[in-house]
């Protein structure tokens, strides 16, 4: 059943994509790095015009209470084979229906307070994070360590056992323009392949919004896993998309309707397009991993804060801290 998956026996954060320019740890925040990473996209072949298409308010929908989100989040979902075998296939698929429109909607309202308190929602142009939420905010914990969603995670890979890495909210302002070609195998130092991060929007997004967007099949890593990253400019995220275009890679680009979840496996090359709109696209990106895998012995700066993430554990070691809860096992009553 893993026959797609188990052909990647290698990190690519051991060869040549990562060059020792980045050897070295990230010092700021993650709002920071943030900042530092959308520089590195290339927006010269995507439209950006000053155009800004006016999308309807979030409509009114009746806030389910924490009891039956509660029960929602812990009910599995109903994942079939076909799924599992694209995703392992393409290595990402697109879910419908994975959460109701109240529970969008309550996220929603939660996932905005929090970001009025840090940031002034006012201004444009910019990529906002948030991280680690689920230790603060009681209702954003149960989306992010729900038994539904890391089950389903834990299926697409075929592992028995799935803990949480970490949360993060991320919020692209009006204008913002477009997220660089990468994999995230970049960006976690976990000495593993079964890594799948799960984006929840917290609205529809249209394409003018710029959806998450992933190149198909998974082995598509192979054609580019040699192109150098560059940590001052847009030239690895314009290569990529240079041989992307070159050899006909296919891309799912499409809109996500309200309550469709995507998961995304550590080798799935993605990008997500500018924000043309007068809405700020706001998404839960939670990012699981087997249990049992150990952190990589040399994290780069790409890694972002990782210890943050993963408190008191050294390179080497088992990725495994009181912040890094099992989310789902094989055994758990379901």
């Keep these: 059943m893993k026959k797609d998956l188990s ?3 290698k990190k690519l954060t051991g060869n040549n994509a990562l060059d020792e320019s980045i050897n070295q740890s990230w010092e700021q925040d993650n709002q920071a790095w943030w900042d530092w990473y959308v520089t590195l996209a290339d927006n010269s072949y995507q439209a950006n ?4 298409l006016d999308l309807p308010s979030f409509p009114n929908i009746a806030l389910p209470s924490n009891k039956m989100i509660k029960n929602e989040l812990s009910t599995p979902y109903n994942l079939k084979k076909k799924h599992i075998d694209f995703f392992r296939k ?3 698929i697109k879910l419908p229906n994975v959460l109701s429109a109240g529970a969008i909607a309550k996220l929603r309202k939660e996932i905005l307070f929090l970001l009025k308190k840090k940031f002034n929602l006012d201004e444009t142009n910019r990529f906002l994070s948030l991280e680690m939420m689920w230790l603060h905010n009681k209702v954003i914990r149960e989306y992010v360590i729900s038994s539904r969603i890391a089950k389903i995670g834990a299926d697409l890979l075929g592992i028995k056992s799935i803990r949480l890495y970490h949360d993060n909210i991320l919020a692209k302002q009006p204008g913002c323009g477009r997220t660089p070609w990468h994999c995230d195998d970049h960006h976690f130092p976990l000495e593993t392949n079964d890594v799948v991060t799960v984006w929840i929007p917290v609205q529809a997004i249209p394409r003018e919004m710029g959806p998450l967007s992933f190149a198909k099949p998974i082995s598509i890593y192979k054609m580019v896993n040699k192109v150098k990253f560059n940590k001052f400019d847009a030239t ?19 809109p996500f309707n309200i309550g469709e979840v995507s998961f995304h496996h550590n080798f799935s090359f993605h990008t997500a397009g500018k924000n043309k709109t007068n809405m700020m696209r706001i ?3 939670n990012t699981f991993y087997a249990d049992g ?4 012995n040399n994290p780069t700066m790409v ?3 990782w210890k943050k993430f993963l408190p008191g554990v050294k390179p080497g070691e088992t990725a495994s801290s009181k912040y890094n809860p099992i989310c789902w096992q094989i055994n758990n009553k379901e």
Excluded: C, M, P, R
């Excluded at 015009?49 to 800004?52: E, F, H, Q």
């Design 303 to 305: 890694s972002g804060d």
């Design 90 to 92: 393409n290595g990402f």
């Design 7 to 9: 052909k990647i026996n």
């Design 236 to 254: 690895y995220d314009k290569q990529i998309n240079e041989i992307f275009k070159l050899k006909n890679v296919l891309i799912e680009d499409g």
């Design 49 to 52: 015009s000053d155009t800004s």
């Design 283 to 285: 998404a839960l990106a």
């Design 293 to 296: 895998a150990k952190v990589i």
